[in-house]
Nanobody, 124 residues
Framework: VQLQASGGGLVQAGGSLRLSCAAS????????MGWFRQAPGKEREFVAI????????IYADSVKGRFTISRDNAKNTMYLQMNSLKPEDTATYYC??????????????????WGQGTQVTVSS
């Protein structure tokens, strides 16, 4: 699976962005897909995932109610709609794919495939 993330940019606090992650090389409907982010000097952290079985969506508490993850299997593309952005959302955002179970779905170490990252900067 090859992943290509896009859609990042500079936005003011309160604004919105939509990230996209295009997958190729495999039918990604069989994977759990997720978004993670990493700010300078910090560890990569979980943002949101969508599990393959049942379509369960899980969000980090810090983004719940503001971010929405979705996927279009026909287009092999995953999205992250980010609303009400805050300066603390500033980070490089990565999409990922892996075969995980619920207990490890929030852990970036259980994902085998990664996109190149797209920068999101939120100004105050």
């Amino acid at each position: 699976v090859q992943l290509q993330a896009s859609g990042g940019g500079l936005v003011q606090a309160g604004g919105s962005l939509r990230l996209s992650c295009a997958a190729s090389g495999h039918t990604f409907s069989s994977y759990t897909m997720g978004w993670f982010r990493q700010a300078p000097g910090k560890e990569r952290e979980f943002v949101a995932i969508r599990r393959l079985s049942g379509g369960t969506k899980i969000y980090a508490d810090s983004v719940k109610g503001r971010f929405t993850i979705s996927r279009d299997n026909a287009k092999n593309t995953m999205y992250l709609q980010m609303n009400s952005l805050k300066p603390e959302d500033t980070a490089t955002y990565y999409c990922a794919a892996g075969r995980t179970i619920l207990s490890t779905a929030r852990d970036y170490r259980y994902y085998d495939h990664w996109g190149q990252g797209t920068q999101v900067t939120v100004s105050s």
